[in-house]
């Protein structure tokens, strides 16, 4: 037991530290909590409990060192968290299997577009908000929200870039409110798996405790290192995670 949540620790570090600068923890983090022999629905809330700590602290970090647009984010997070609970209620309705390819083809463009865009997030092109762009963006919010709480890999990926596109900030300003509405469409899910008993504690708060030390060492690198220093990160883990998908895929065949 003893030795189990050591491992989980140090699976939930890692997994908290690519996550506050790319997105793509819970491909380390679920998984790890999946091997120990968590079942399913509690490995999916126990996940859920972790990295919402996690993005919590790195959402403080990027908002403490003005990485976060409020103007914005007004806008944008009623929608995130709309979108994410009609997603956790579509989920217990439909297969997210019909939904895993279409994933897998996004997921790998924006990591392959990123891969060959040499300028892509590099500089912060945002000037102003408009009616238009704020459009565009409550779009997102909703979509990505709804697809947090309905499947969720990616999720990150998908922010980041649609962020990026959208009002031309840089990889940095990006994660920053990228990790804010992700922290919100969590509470959604996080809540819904408390309220059916799948979490849990036992593994859950002491993986808590070391992903929140790993979100904010992950958050105080990206600040520092920059958007030269995320990129990479960002497409290692979009890649990672169509990896990830195209295996279960091929495996569930």
């Known amino acids: 037991m003893t ?3 050591v491992l989980l620790c140090i699976a939930g570090f890692v997994a908290a530290f690519v996550d506050s600068i790319a997105g793509g923890g819970g491909l380390i983090s679920l998984p790890a909590l999946i091997a120990a022999g968590v079942p399913m629905h ?3 809330g126990t996940n859920k409990f ?15 060192s003005g990485k976060v647009n409020f103007k914005l984010l007004k806008y944008l997070l009623p929608f995130t968290l709309i979108g994410s609970g009609l997603g956790v209620n579509a989920a217990l309705m439909i297969d997210s299997r019909y939904l895993k ?15 060959f865009s040499k300028r892509i997030g590099q500089e912060d092109k945002f000037r102003k908000l408009t009616k238009a762009n704020i459009l565009l963006g409550i779009i997102l919010a909703f979509v990505i929200g709804f697809y947090d709480g ?10 980041i870039f649609g962020l990026i596109s959208i009002f031309g900030f840089d990889f940095i300003n990006a994660g920053g409110n990228a990790r804010v509405m992700n922290f919100v469409s969590n509470i959604t899910a ?9 979490i849990n504690y036992l593994y859950g708060i002491p993986v808590a405790i070391v992903m929140i030390f790993g979100a904010r060492l992950g958050t105080i690198f990206a600040l520092k290192k920059g958007a030269k220093f995320i990129k990479p990160i960002f497409i290692t883990m979009s890649l990672a995670v169509a990896g990830k998908m195209l295996f279960d895929l091929m495996v569930g065949m």
């Open 150 to 159: 309905f499947f969720g890999p990616g999720t990150g990926s998908f922010l």
């Open 50 to 64: 972790s990295s919402t700590a996690a993005a919590c602290t790195s959402s403080i970090k990027y908002a403490a």
């Open 42 to 44: 509690f490995a999916l």
């Open 190 to 198: 996080l809540i819904l798996f408390a309220v059916q008993g799948k």
């Open 101 to 115: 390819p279409l994933v897998l083809v996004l997921v790998l463009a924006v990591g392959l577009y990123s891969l």
């Open 3 to 5: 030795i189990t949540i």
